[in-house]
Nanobody
Framework: VQLQASGGGLAQAGGSLRLSCVAS????????MGWYRQTPGKSREMVAR?????FIDYADSVKGRFTISRDEAKVFLEMSNLKPEDTAVYYC?????????WGQGTQVTVSS
């Protein structure tokens, strides 16, 4: 399974960005898909994830501002009311057969 993320960039505080991630390869059987983010010196943290059945989980810090959606082997993250603390490299992932596959990461920078 390969994942390709896109859509990062620079936004001002209060602005919006949309991240996209497309899975390819052996996509049959992908269960959870979602997004993590990481800043220098910190561990990767879960932002949002969505099961194949449609269950959704958000980090407390993004609830009400970010929305995850999914279309088969694609996963999206609508980010609104962005804050400087949302600045990070965002990674999409897909879980298949209990193994997590990761995209290459896309930088999101929010200026104050």
């Amino acid at each position: 399974v390969q994942l390709q993320a896109s859509g990062g960039g620079l936004a001002q505080a209060g602005g919006s960005l949309r991240l996209s991630c497309v899975a390819s390869g052996r996509i049959a059987g992908i269960q959870d898909m979602g997004w993590y983010r990481q800043t220098p010196g910190k561990s990767r943290e879960m932002v949002a994830r969505m099961s194949y059945a449609g269950f959704i989980d958000y980090a407390d810090s993004v609830k009400g501002r970010f929305t995850i959606s999914r279309d088969e082997a694609k996963v999206f993250l609508e980010m609104s009311n962005l804050k400087p603390e949302d600045t990070a490299v965002y990674y999409c992932y897909g879980e298949r057969a209990r193994f997590d596959y990761w995209g290459q990461g896309t930088q999101v920078t929010v200026s104050s």
